[in-house]
């Protein structure tokens, strides 16, 4: 049984840092991109940030391009999300989703999701 748990939202203020973590069990992690995606309310879902299997290709949305990082651990199974100089309009749930391919920047790619943490940036 897959599963992607992430952790690591909150509550920061403008300028701020968070980092995301998704701890992947059930599935070779090293066989899959990965993907950061997040929803604000009332829109839709948007494409975040990508990486390869192995961590040598990233992709990243013009919006967070420079602020945030993607990684892995695939001896931890775990995908990191580095945001840094947060602004207000990053406030969304954030998911992570494992895909097949090599990766992504299209959510109907991937196979397997979490179930969001909530990131919110306000004064």
């Known amino acids: 049984q897959v599963q992607l748990v992430e952790s690591g939202g909150g509550l920061v203020q403008p300028g701020g840092s968070l980092r995301l973590s998704c701890a992947a069990s059930?599935?070779?992690?090293?066989?899959?991109?990965m993907g950061w995606f997040r929803q604000a309310p009332g829109q839709e879902r948007e494409f975040v940030a990508a990486?390869?299997?192995?961590?040598?290709?990233?992709d990243y949305a013009d919006s967070v391009k420079g602020r945030f990082t993607i990684s892995r651990d695939n001896n931890k199974n775990t995908l990191y999300l580095q945001m840094n100089s947060l602004k207000a309009e990053d406030t969304a749930v954030y998911y992570c989703?494992?895909?097949?391919?090599?990766?992504?920047?299209?959510?109907?790619?991937?196979?397997?999701w979490g179930q969001g943490t909530q990131v919110t940036v306000s004064s």
């Open positions: 989703a494992a895909s097949r391919r090599y990766y992504s920047r299209y959510d109907s790619q991937y196979e397997y």
């Open positions: 990486i390869s299997w192995g961590g040598g290709t990233t």
């Open positions: 059930g599935v070779t992690f090293s066989s899959y991109g």
